[in-house]
C-alpha cells in the first residue's frame, strides 16, 4: 500500500518526503488514513541516535490517530469510518504472563515499537506514524470518542497514557495530595488527570510563566523551584510525586516532600543516574519507582476517561514542511504544550 511519509535518513539529518509501501492487510488487520500524528521528544531523540544506534530509513511517531479506511476478513473490532488510534507499540509476544494481562508494554520478549524496530518477522522495518496511511493489527489499536478534537487526542497515545498509568496505578483521587515536576508536554497531562481523578494538585517549575495555564489546567498550587525555600515549606506533606523532568536535578529534595510512604515515580528520563540518599527513603517509608505508558486494555480505558471528562492535550497543529523547525523547537522547549502534525498535508 503506498505510503506518502516524513523520514529520515540517517541520524540528525532533516526529515524530508518519502515514499514507501505499507504491507497489503491480513486477516486481522486494520487501514487507517492518518489525520494528525503527535511529535514526542523521543521521536527527536531516536531520529537524532541521541539513545543508541538507529534502523534508518525511519519514519518516527508514536501518536497517531485516523480514520479506518478498510479492514481485513477477520476484524470485529473496529468497521470503516471509526476514529482510530494507535500509540507506542504495535505488537507483543501475546503470550508471556504480562501480555496476557493486558500490560503489553511489560512485555517479557518486548514490546515492538512503532517505529526504529523491526516487526516480530526480524525483518520488515517498523515505519511511524509521520505518514497519511498506516495498518495496524486491530488488537493494538483503540477507539477514539467521538466527542473529542482529533489533534488534541494524537498526544494522549503517548503523552497522556504516560501520566494516566501512574496515577491510576497509584490510586490517584480525592483527599490525596499529588505534585507534578515540569509543566511541559507530560506534566500537562499530569496535571489534568490528577485534577480529574479529584486529586489537590501542586505543579513544581522553574517557569514562573506556566503558573496561569497550570491553574488553568487544574492544577491547585504551583510553586516555583528556583527558590530552595518553596520546597522546604513543602516537605512531608504529598502521597504521590510524578516526576516529568528529563533535566539533572537532585532527587532527594524531592523525595522530602513525599509523606509517610509516598511515592516518587520517575517518568522522565535523565542524562545521568539519580543519587538517592537511601536514609531519605528509611525516614519515611517512601518509594521511588518507574511507569511506562500503559496496556492496550487502560489505553482504551484513558481515551473513555478523557471523552467523559473532555480531556484532550494542548497542541499547536503544523503543517508538514514545518516539522523541521517544530523539532528544533521541541528541544527549545518552545511549544504549549503538543506540536500535532496534520497528516492530510504530507
Not at 80 to 99: A, L, M, P, Q, Y
Not at 261 to 274: E, F, Q, R
Not at 311 to 321: G, L, P, Q, R
Amino acid at each position: 500500500m503506498k505510503t506518502r511519509a516524513l523520514a529520515v535518513h540517517h541520524a540528525n539529518d532533516p526529515l524530508v518526503a518519502w515514499e514507501f509501501d505499507r504491507r497489503q492487510l491480513r486477516a486481522g488487520d486494520v487501514a487507517l488514513d492518518i489525520t494528525y500524528a503527535g511529535i514526542c521528544h523521543s521521536d527527536i531523540h531516536q531520529a537524532r541516535e541521541e539513545w543508541g544506534p538507529a534502523l534508518f530509513p525511519m519514519v518516527p511517531g508514536h501518536e497517531i490517530v485516523g480514520i479506518v479506511r478498510k479492514v481485513g476478513p477477520s476484524v470485529t473490532k473496529f468497521s470503516v469510518g471509526d476514529r482510530i488510534g494507535v500509540g507506542v507499540f504495535i505488537d507483543s509476544c501475546r503470550t508471556c504472563v504480562n501480555c496476557l494481562a493486558g500490560l503489553q508494554q511489560y512485555c517479557l520478549e518486548g514490546m515492538t515499537g512503532t517505529y526504529n524496530q523491526l516487526e516480530r518477522d526480524g525483518v520488515t522495518l517498523a515505519q511511524g506514524g509521520y505518514s497519511n496511511l498506516f495498518v495496524i493489527d486491530q488488537d493494538y489499536a483503540v477507539h477514539v470518542p467521538e466527542n473529542l478534537d482529533m489533534a488534541g487526542v494524537a498526544p494522549l497515545l503517548c503523552a497522556g497514557i504516560t501520566l494516566y498509568s501512574p496515577l491510576k496505578h497509584w490510586g490517584a483521587k480525592a483527599g490525596m495530595k499529588v505534585g507534578v515536576m515540569g509543566l511541559g508536554g507530560l506534566g500537562h497531562m499530569g496535571v489534568k488527570f490528577a485534577a480529574a481523578l479529584g486529586a489537590e494538585v501542586t505543579v513544581f517549575s522553574h517557569s514562573p510563566s506556566k503558573e496561569a495555564d497550570a491553574k488553568a489546567m487544574g492544577a491547585h498550587h504551583f510553586v516555583m523551584t528556583k527558590d530552595p525555600s518553596n520546597l522546604k515549606a513543602e516537605e512531608g506533606t504529598f502521597d504521590l510525586i510524578l516526576n516529568t523532568v528529563s533535566a539533572e536535578l537532585d532527587i532527594n529534595t524531592y523525595l522530602n516532600l513525599l509523606k509517610l510512604d509516598g511515592t516518587l515515580v520517575v517518568i522522565g528520563l535523565p542524562g545521568k543516574p539519580y543519587s538517592v540518599h537511601v536514609g531519605t527513603l528509611l525516614g519515611a517509608r517512601r518509594s521511588m519507582a518507574g511507569s511506562m505508558i500503559g496496556g492496550i486494555p487502560e489505553l482504551q480505558e484513558m481515551l473513555d476517561f478523557c471523552g467523559v471528562h473532555n480531556i484532550t492535550s494542548d497542541v499547536e497543529v503544523i503543517k508538514a514542511d514545518y516539522v523541521n523547525i517544530a523539532y528544533e523547537r521541541t528541544v527549545a522547549s518552545d511549544v504549549k504544550y503538543r506540536f500535532v502534525i496534520d497528516a492530510q498535508t504530507i
